[in-house]
């Protein structure tokens, strides 16, 4: 199998960090079968969810749905490829069951957002 680098190098920050993250709202995200539970990746996982649903809900989530990891190839960005930037991007994502609306919480502006302006 090819090197792939392990989500516990790269989510290195403290789950204090998640409140400097970007919320997007997105509609919708119908794939899930890519997302990943972060309790299988990270030790506290709690300390990160429970941030991210403090977050996702200031932002407008009906606090329904299941938190996940959500990673964006590096492809999907432009810059310098550097070795940090080869690894992409891992958001937090929730989807609403309510009304399928997906929350993103992400540590750089997404290309998606440009949709918004």
Same mark, same amino acid.
């Given at each position: +199998?090819?090197?792939?680098? =392990? @989500?516990?190098? $790269? #989510?290195?920050?403290? =789950?204090?960090?998640?409140?400097?993250?970007?919320?997007? +709202?997105?509609? /919708? @995200?119908?794939?899930?079968?890519?997302?990943?539970?972060?309790?299988?990746?990270?030790? &506290?996982?709690?300390?990160? @969810? &429970? #941030?991210?649903?403090? !977050?996702? %809900?200031?932002?407008?989530?009906?606090?329904?749905?299941? @938190?996940? !990891? +959500? /990673? $964006?190839?590096?492809? +999907?960005? *432009?810059?310098?490829?550097?070795?940090?930037?080869?690894?992409?991007? $891992?958001? /937090?994502?929730?989807?609403?069951? %309510?009304?399928?609306? *997906?929350? $993103?919480? *992400? =540590?750089?502006?997404? =290309?998606?957002?440009?949709?918004?302006?």
């Amino acid at each position: +199998m090819a090197y792939s680098k =392990p @989500i516990k190098e $790269i #989510i290195t920050y403290p =789950p204090e960090a998640l409140r400097s993250f970007r919320p997007v +709202m997105y509609e /919708w @995200i119908d794939n899930l079968d890519f997302t990943l539970a972060p309790d299988d990746y990270l030790a &506290n996982a709690g300390a990160y @969810i &429970n #941030i991210a649903r403090e !977050l996702f %809900s200031a932002a407008g989530w009906n606090g329904d749905g299941d @938190i996940r !990891l +959500m /990673w $964006i190839p590096p492809f +999907m960005f *432009s810059g310098v490829r550097t070795a940090e930037f080869t690894v992409g991007v $891992i958001v /937090w994502h929730v989807k609403q069951q %309510s009304d399928g609306l *997906s929350w $993103i919480l *992400s =540590p750089v502006e997404l =290309p998606c957002e440009s949709e918004f302006e």
